[in-house]
T-cell receptor, first 116, second 113 residues
Framework: GAVVSQHPSRVICKSGTSVKIECRSL??????MFWYRQFPKKSLMLMAT?????????EQGVEKDKFLINHASLTLSTLTVTSAHPEDSSFYIC????????????FGPGTRLTVT | ELKVEQNPLFLSMQEGKNYTIYCNYS?????LYWYRQDPGKSLESLFV?????AVKQEGRLMASLDTKARLSTLHITAAVHDLSATYFC?????????????FGTGTRLQVTL
């Protein structure tokens, strides 16, 4: 149980375009979803936290207008990277938690974004 | 600001040997997590430690938490090649209804024959 999926697993886009990444909780209702970014050989950095039906809370230094997060339902959150640049190339990982086990996050498989 | 440090950053060890990875954090927390990450993959949850003195074991790995010292350890017993991966600890800053994880720097473990 507690499976999280992400789509796509890999995406290549041209500089200046936007790309959307989906994160779904497959067998539970996620009250909270999280988005992380990981650069090569580095640790995970939390970008934002979102609760269903409310605006995401962004971490300091993360541009909310560039990384649009929508958590429209209890099973789906999306991250849109707008006007992507090569420095946005990274591994994006989402996670989700649910109320009864709010202390534990279940991680998706990640999306590797390459901006050319 | 919560800081989470792991050491060593890189560990090369022979099969059959024992070693410990350390995770130090800078502010009070009762929740600490250990994850494994294989190259190109996402995180696999290893241990969830929720109180002072918690000790959990799975196979050749054992994790413990000392909240007073703000220290967690991940002990590897009789390492095997399959344990080669990067290991992250993460500390939960939020004691409310949702967690907020700050990850350590990671320890890349290489087990050699």
């Amino acid at each position: 149980g507690a499976v999280v999926s992400q789509h796509p697993s890999r995406v290549i886009c041209k500089s200046g375009t936007s790309v959307k990444i989906e994160c779904r909780s497959l067998d539970f209702q996620a009250t909270t979803m999280f988005w992380y970014r990981q650069f090569p050989k580095k640790s995970l950095m939390l970008m934002a936290t979102s609760n269903e039906g409310s605006k995401a809370t962004y971490e300091q230094g993360v541009e909310k207008d560039k990384f649009l997060i929508n958590h429209a339902s209890l099973t789906l959150s999306t991250l849109t990277v707008t006007s992507a640049h090569p420095e946005d190339s990274s591994f994006y990982i989402c996670s989700a938690s649910f109320r009864r086990r709010a202390y534990e996050q279940y991680f998706g498989p990640g999306t590797r974004l390459t901006v050319t | 600001e919560l800081k989470v440090e792991q050491n060593p950053l890189f560990l090369s060890m022979q099969e059959g040997k024992n070693y410990t990875i350390y995770c130090n954090y800078s502010t009070t927390s009762d929740r600490l997590y250990w994850y494994r990450q294989d190259p190109g993959k996402s995180l696999e949850s290893l241990f969830v430690l929720l109180s002072n003195g918690a000790v959990k074991q799975e196979g050749r790995l054992m994790a413990s938490l000392d909240t007073k010292a703000r220290l967690s350890t991940l002990h590897i017993t009789a390492a095997v090649h399959d344990l080669s991966a990067t290991y992250f600890c993460a500390v939960d800053q939020n004691t409310g209804t949702a967690s907020k994880l700050t990850f350590g720097t990671g320890t890349r473990l290489q087990v050699t024959l």
